[in-house]
């Protein structure tokens, strides 16, 4: 492995900043890297040199990034995995990417995601799928599968995704690197292609809470194209914390037992065992309402997403395929368009919003949604932080549960609650499961990122998984 | 046969007149170049979002509070979602359960609520068809979609055509004056739709209504309205019942013809906007609102009516036209004579600056002292349209000014009647009106200085009728 792979992303651009290494070496190496991948991860790479409008003196110090294809950017395809925008070039770039690039960050390469993040696997992009760098018979999870697959492989240095239901967290957990779900409106959604409106929240991937924090400190902030985005309240802060002294952590029971794997479960109780090492204190408590969770969520994701996604009409930009009359070209280019995932939320949500349906299935999972958001609040008045497994399992194997979406969605189980409730959690690495990476959780209260990101730093110094493992 | 009264309710759509579209940056525009008033926003384009216009919640209030409605301290946003080629996201942005303004009055219709929306984008449909079946091509401007539009609801409290249209009328001239709109029904920026039913008089159940469209003058909604009446009028009396449905007004024909029923087979899902939050209207934008609201032609009317004593006409006329209206209460005197010469010089000059308010009041004054003959002030009134000056100054110069009891007058009626000895004789027959044929004369030779009450005096007095 070359000096430069060994380096993270704030030890990379310390460098670049100081002149000890130079901006274009660092862009060629990770370029040629990203190039060469061989995962899938990728679905546009930067060909030429490093952007010159990058000013490396900024926080993120001329380190190349991945973004998830969702993510508009001027010029550059932005297809959100789907067939129907296959070749879209937008006119305009997300303010979260314009945020990176403004903070030092050169965009390297888009990355492969589930069509339009719907997916726990990233085997729905219409671009075929991304393999798990630890073992390419398995999927690196999803939505933001290529972005987690090419932070852990090494084909960037970091990158960011967007999580409606767990598509940071659960895809850097299978993947073994640290991903983040910010408080809902801590970065700007302008310019990423919607899904959930209500869910959706970008942030970073990372080899190390370090890196994370970074990103995310450049990312989020208010922005005026956005109504719903508010920034954070204080400055993301480097993490230092290196215990857990005075911590309390919650255990929720409904999310820590049935339906997770042994092996999980064992790292999970390591990773606790760990803490109480630190000095935090762990209590076994309850979310009653979070078994509801994928419930609620299979309710409003795909009913925002019924609605986001009818612009695709094939009107005035993406696919459009001919029809003898008006109608018939709105079926056949949406038939041809989307895929089956796409096609399947877009009519339950269709059918929960429809007249007489409402009351009964989008109206009950907003009332259950405010329920579970009360469970955390309630919470909050005991523990610091609720601490769970971010995936029930391990990467499982290509194709295993294409064929069966409640077996898909289960996967989204640990980290749904906290996505319907709008509070920011991290998922770190710790520990292996037959040779496979496992994520442990840490949720917050809204805004609570700094103070997320120390516990999980003192956790990721105990734990010391090394995120390299599966570099090529 | 019971007598039938009809029940109508309108549903007024407004473009705002506002700086920039409804959700984002770009301005508004009429007659661009198609499509050069546009952006990632209002284009539907993927990822973008929208981002609600202050100064259209600044307008949406100033409506709600000149109409007297209940403002909502937290209004919300839903979407309208249908698929049309008009449509760039696959719904409109507009509120739903909880609208800006609700309740409400202007003169005698109550409001039933205001909302804000978005409008559509402009189709052209190209072919013989002129709709999007059987046309060779459509093809869509985007300059339109995304104009901030207020949709005013009333209560079904309108019982006639020509009541709907004088209220209209009312209403547009009460939205021009706050500002808001430049409320052009043939250009598209005020569009009424009627929902009609009709009902036995004397009962109070609604009955079966129809929502008419398509009504781009306030003749055509009158017309519109008329024929709906009466048409729902025959089927009752016929014993059939009416079908709810929408009717588009032909304004060739001046009929109604239903819409397709396919085309309003509609279930639009509509849910809360997810992308906005919602619009909760500080005190401070409430008063800044009040602030901003002129005295309305409501208003104006009735203190008019009750203040001057001024007739129920000459009240609109000026309320209608209130920079008239301000000018009529600058000029001192006699308010109703003040007001009929107000009316005089509005019928002879572009604007009230034309003629110094205290001008006015100068003439108004020679013409009560009898200095002037009021057919006179009309040419001193042209004069002082056309170029100004001081009235007693073109009074004199001109020679205008009105004969004194110097006997110069009696002399021209004298000489008048004994160049008329026929006229005199069907006088004398008993014919009265013959007067006129000597006052005629006797004008002409005083160059209308001679009043005409008194030549009227001095004709009987000299020929002892």
């Known amino acids: 492995m070359s000096e430069i792979l060994e380096l993270t992303a704030a030890q990379a651009g310390e460098r670049v900043r100081s002149g000890d290494l130079d901006k274009g070496e660092l862009w060629r190496a990770y370029r040629d890297r990203a190039l060469a991948d061989d995962l899938n991860a990728f679905t546009w790479v930067c060909e030429g040199d490093e952007p010159e409008a990058i000013d490396e003196g900024g926080p993120l110090g001329g380190v190349p990034i991945g973004i998830k294809d969702l993510f508009c950017t001027n010029g550059v395809p932005s297809q959100a995995g789907s067939k129907i925008l296959e070749g879209y070039r937008p006119p305009y770039t997300a303010t979260a990417v314009e945020r990176l690039m403004a903070a030092g960050a050169p965009v390297l390469a888009k990355t492969n995601q589930d069509e339009f993040a719907m997916g726990s696997s990233t085997e729905n992009s219409a671009y075929g799928p991304t393999l798990n760098p630890w073992d390419r018979t398995r999927v690196p999870g999803g939505s933001s599968g290529g972005s987690a697959a090419a932070v852990a492989a090494g084909t960037v240095p970091w990158s960011i995704g967007t999580d409606t239901g767990g598509s940071i967290r659960q895809p850097a957990a299978l993947c073994g690197i640290v991903g983040l779900k910010p408080t809902y409106g801590a970065v700007s959604r302008y310019g990423m292609i919607a899904f959930a409106s209500s869910l959706d929240q970008a942030g970073p991937f990372a080899r190390d809470t370090t890196d994370a924090a970074l990103l995310l400190g450049a990312m989020a902030g208010p922005d005026p194209c956005d109504s719903t985005s508010l920034g954070l309240p204080e400055p993301v802060r480097a993490p230092t914390a290196t215990d857990l002294k005075g911590i309390r952590l919650g255990v929720p029971e409904e999310l820590t037992g049935e339906g997770i794997e042994p092996g999980v479960l064992a790292a999970f109780s390591e990773t606790l065992d760990l803490a109480r090492q630190l000095g935090a204190t762990v209590e076994t408590m309850h979310l009653p309402h979070s078994p509801h969770g994928l419930a609620a969520y299979y309710l409003i994701a795909p009913a925002e997403c019924s609605s986001n996604l009818a612009r695709y009409d094939g009107v005035r930009y993406g696919l459009r395929t001919d029809g003898s009359d008006l109608l018939s070209m709105y079926t056949r280019t949406r038939e041809q368009g989307f895929g089956a995932e796409v096609k399947r939320r877009v009519l339950i949500g269709t059918y929960a919003l429809s007249s007489g349906y409402y009351d009964a299935y989008y109206g009950r999972a907003q009332k259950v949604r405010t329920l579970i958001a009360r469970d955390f609040t309630q919470a909050w008045e005991r523990f610091d932080f609720v601490v769970t497994p971010t995936a029930p399992g391990v990467a499982f194997e290509l194709g295993a549960k294409t064929q069966d979406p409640l077996a898909m969605y289960l996967n989204d189980a640990c980290t749904v609650p906290m996505s319907l409730a709008g509070i920011p959690a991290i998922s770190i690495p710790n520990g292996l499961a037959d040779g496979l990476p496992v994520g442990f959780q840490i949720a917050g209260p809204a805004f609570s990122e700094n103070r997320i990101l120390d516990a999980a730093h003192a956790l990721e110094q105990a734990i010391g998984f090394d995120s390299r493992r599966a570099f090529a | ?465």
């Not at chain 2, 407004?14 to 007659?31: I, N, P, S």
């Not at chain 2, 007058?409 to 014919?431: F, S, T």
């Open chain 2, 1 to 465: 046969m019971t007598e039938l009264e009809p029940v109508i309710g309108l549903e007024i759509h407004v473009q705002l007149d506002t700086r920039t579209k409804m959700f984002c940056a770009c301005e508004l525009g009429f007659g661009e170049e198609p499509n050069t008033r546009t952006c990632p926003v209002c284009l539907g384009l993927p990822g973008s979002l929208p981002v609600v216009n202050a100064q259209a919640v600044q307008y949406g209030l100033m409506m709600g509070l000149a109409l007297e409605c209940e403002i909502a301290p937290r209004s919300i946003f839903h979407r309208k979602n249908y698929f049309y080629p008009d449509l760039a996201k696959g719904y409109q942005i507009s509120q739903y359960d909880i609208p800006l303004c609700s309740g409400g009055r202007l003169g005698d219709v109550r409001l039933h609520r205001i909302h804000l929306e978005e409008d559509a984008a402009k189709l052209v449909h190209l072919g013989q068809s002129g709709r999007i079946h059987g046309s060779d091509a459509s093809i869509v401007d985007y300059n339109r979609g995304g104009t901030p539009l207020a949709e005013i609801v009333t209560e079904p409290d309108i019982h006639s055509a020509e009541q709907a249209r004088d209220w209209l009328i009312l209403l547009r001239e009460t939205l021009r004056q706050l500002g808001v709109s430049d409320v052009n029904m043939e250009e598209g920026s005020l569009r009424a739709d009627a929902n009609v039913s009709v009902r036995p008089v004397g009962t109070t159940e609604l009955g079966t209504k129809t929502e008419l469209k398509n009504m781009n003058s306030f003749r055509f909604l009158a017309q519109g309205i008329e024929a709906e009446v009466k048409r729902q009028a025959a089927l009752i009396e016929s014993g059939q019942p009416v079908v709810q449905e929408t009717l588009h007004f032909d304004p060739v024909t001046g009929g109604l013809r239903p819409l397709r029923s396919k085309e309003e087979a509609h279930d639009y899902r509509y849910f809360p906007e997810p992308d906005l939050v919602p619009v909760a209207p500080t005190p401070e934008m409430v008063e800044a609102a009040r602030a901003a609201l002129p005295e309305l032609p409501a208003a104006r009317i009735a203190r008019y009516e009750s203040d001057f004593g001024l007739s129920a006409d000459t009240a609109r006329l000026f309320a209608f036209d209130p920079g008239w209206g301000d000018y009529f209460e600058q000029v001192e005197g006699d308010p109703r004579t003040v007001a009929n010469w107000v009316t005089e010089l509005r019928a002879r000059a572009d604007s009230p600056d034309a003629v110094e308010p205290a001008a006015l009041a100068k003439l108004v004054g020679l013409v009560e002292a009898r200095t002037v003959t009021s057919g006179n002030a009309r040419v001193v009134l042209d004069r002082l349209a056309a170029e100004g000056g001081d009235p007693a100054e073109i009074v004199e110069r001109e020679d205008l000014g009105a004969l004194g009891d110097s006997g110069e007058l009696a002399g021209i009626v004298a000489k008048v009647i004994e160049d008329n000895p026929d006229v005199v004789e069907r006088i004398r027959g008993g014919n009265a009106k013959a007067m006129g044929a000597l006052v005629g004369p006797i004008m002409r030779e005083t160059k209308g200085k001679a009043d005409g009450g008194e030549v009227n005096r001095l004709i009987r007095e000299q020929l002892g009728v």
